[in-house]
């Protein structure tokens, strides 16, 4: 369906199974959105972006189903910005949909028939404003609950948990104030085998009662719509597992050195055994969630029941939190992000942090700004601080200490003055390695209370500061001269499974050699 844009500072909402609104000018800048907490969101030149390889990591960070496209393009929302300054933006306010910037119109397409667009044309945050408005009366919104601040295991120990590694961490943590203590990767006998492994002897329900006997609550990490080749779960359920129209599993990535798939979220016994796993971590004590790689329930894929893939997925979250039970936090990480609101407390909204500014091989020769990375993390969060308003917005952790930290001060400061802005508050840094002054440091951060005040697109006022993120969000261009062909090169390889697990095994290695050294 054909509709004429609509004039500056209006919107109207439109139904259509698929829409196209000519642009009132040339655009000079495309707001992509990505599918998932790790996606890219960003404004970018309206120029198309390099596809992204390797075919693989696809599920890991955008939407498979469009990741040959060659235009500009997005999920659930794009939007055009003119040399005046004004935004034309296309959002659906429906899950299953995708938006592509194409000869100089927008084009929202739905995967689910006919749902309902917001088209609004006006100033930046008034645009942005609408959508979320439109989205919150049709979703729904997280209850704006107090935020706990959380200590998280993974940037700093990764999987090298151990029950009594763990427990000393947790009583040298001692009065900083953190609501939540939380357990990360690690803890699990295998992707689907959510049991405690040799390194828990103890088992999880004396774990939570460490934590709890702390006066915290207890945060576990689960994956829990993920099946790995490897695990248990694999062997006794392929009937569970979601397939391509051909009969075969569809692939939801490659980590943990093994090849991943995904359960069909609308098979009764998975359901029924997703319940029960719910209800599992909670009779052991936690009751702060930290449910990820969640996109797994959304994949392309034939299910149990016919129905869209993310209508499917926002069910499963549905069922997942009443599982959850009264008065537990659901944050949900590498997830989908419009079908998850109203359905979770928090929302994993970038890639994750990570100890390196940027990695070379990942974001200027691949062109991936997906994979952990701080500068990748800072860069999609500032995008999308417009969901604020509707769920509580995880930018990831903070880091404070200088140990086995590669980070520059003014780059821990944006981190940080990221958390203020989201009001989420976490760090993994551990107490055996914080100065008495990284301490106070980390105390004085949990405790500040945030005034801040925007501006223009990327600069906030805190206080007496000035916070500017416009160096963070350019995008690293891709190679020129003498590094150029490899990017390529590599993109080609990579799409081959072996060199990805060459290349998983060498950033398996780095984060072993590092973990030895704690
Ligand atoms: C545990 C971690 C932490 C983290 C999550 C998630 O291969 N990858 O591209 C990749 C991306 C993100 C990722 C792991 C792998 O991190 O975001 O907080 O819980 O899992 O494994």
New binding site residues.
């Given amino acids: 369906m054909k509709t004429p844009a609509p004039k500056l500072n209006s919107s109207t909402i439109a139904t259509a199974s698929s829409i196209e609104i000519p642009l009132p000018a040339a655009p000079i800048r495309y707001y992509r959105h990505g599918w998932q907490?790790?996606s890219l969101a960003a404004w970018t030149d309206p120029s198309p972006l390099p596809i992204q390889k390797p075919a693989i990591?696809h599920p890991?960070?955008i939407d498979a189903v469009y990741a040959r496209e060659e235009s500009p393009h997005g999920s659930w929302l794009g939007a055009a910005e003119f040399d005046d300054g004004t935004i034309l933006l296309l959002g659906a306010l429906a899950t299953d949909a995708h938006i592509f910037l194409k000869e100089n119109q927008l084009e929202g397409r739905s995967e689910a028939g006919e749902i309902e667009w917001l088209v609004a044309y006006g100033r930046e945050n008034q645009v942005f404003g609408e959508y979320i408005n439109e989205l919150g009366r049709r979703l729904g919104k997280a209850e704006k609950n107090h935020v706990p601040r959380v200590w998280?295991s993974?940037?700093s120990l990764?999987?090298a948990i151990e029950e009594k590694l763990l427990c000393q961490t947790f009583d040298q943590i001692g009065d900083l104030p953190f609501d939540v203590l939380q357990v990360?990767?690690?803890w699990q006998r295998g992707i689907g085998d959510w049991e405690p492994n040799k390194k828990f002897p103890s088992g999880m329900e004396a774990l939570a009662e460490k934590i709890k006997s702390t006066g915290r609550r207890a945060g576990l990490?689960l994956?829990p719509l993920l099946v790995g080749k490897s695990s248990r779960l694999y062997r006794e359920h392929r009937d569970w597992l979601l397939r391509d129209e051909n009969g075969r599993l569809v692939s939801a990535?490659?980590?943990?050195g093994q090849e991943l798939y995904a359960l069909d979220v609308t098979h009764p016994d998975a359901i029924a055994w997703l319940v029960a796993l719910m209800k599992q971590v909670r009779r052991w004590g936690f009751d702060y969630y930290?449910l990820?790689?969640l996109y797994a329930g959304a994949l392309k894929g034939g299910r149990y029941k016919d129905m869209p893939r993310e209508a499917a997925y926002r069910e499963c979250l549905r069922t997942l939190r009443e599982a959850m039970g009264e008065g537990a936090f659901f944050l949900a990480?590498?997830s989908p992000i419009l079908p998850a609101l109203g359905m979770c407390d928090a929302l994993?909204i970038g890639?994750?942090v990570s100890h390196d500014w940027e990695v070379y091989r990942n974001e200027t020769l691949l062109q991936n700004f997906?994979?952990?990375g701080t500068k990748n993390a800072i860069r999609t969060v500032v995008h999308r601080l417009w969901l604020k308003p509707l769920v509580h917005i995880d930018p990831?952790?903070e880091y404070f200490v200088s140990k086995e930290n590669s980070l520059e001060e003014e780059h821990k400061q944006q981190l940080q003055d990221l958390a203020r802005l989201c009001d989420f508050k976490a760090t993994s840094d551990l107490p055996q390695w914080m100065t008495p002054q990284d301490r106070e440091n980390i105390r004085a951060f949990l405790n500040a209370e945030t005034d801040a005040k925007q501006l223009s697109r990327y600069v906030y006022q805190f206080d007496d500061r000035i916070v500017d993120f416009s160096s963070v969000v350019e995008l690293p261009k891709p190679p020129t001269g003498f590094s150029a062909p490899w990017g390529a090169f590599l993109g080609w390889l990579g799409d081959w499974k072996l060199v990805l697990r060459i290349m998983?095994k060498l950033?398996d290695n780095a984060l072993k050699k590092r973990i030895s050294r704690i």
């Fill in positions: 907490s790790w990591f890991l960070q998280c993974w940037y990764y999987t990360d990767d690690g990490w994956a990535g490659f980590n943990w930290k990820d790689f990480c590498g994993r890639p994750d997906s994979t952990p990831d952790i998983k950033d």
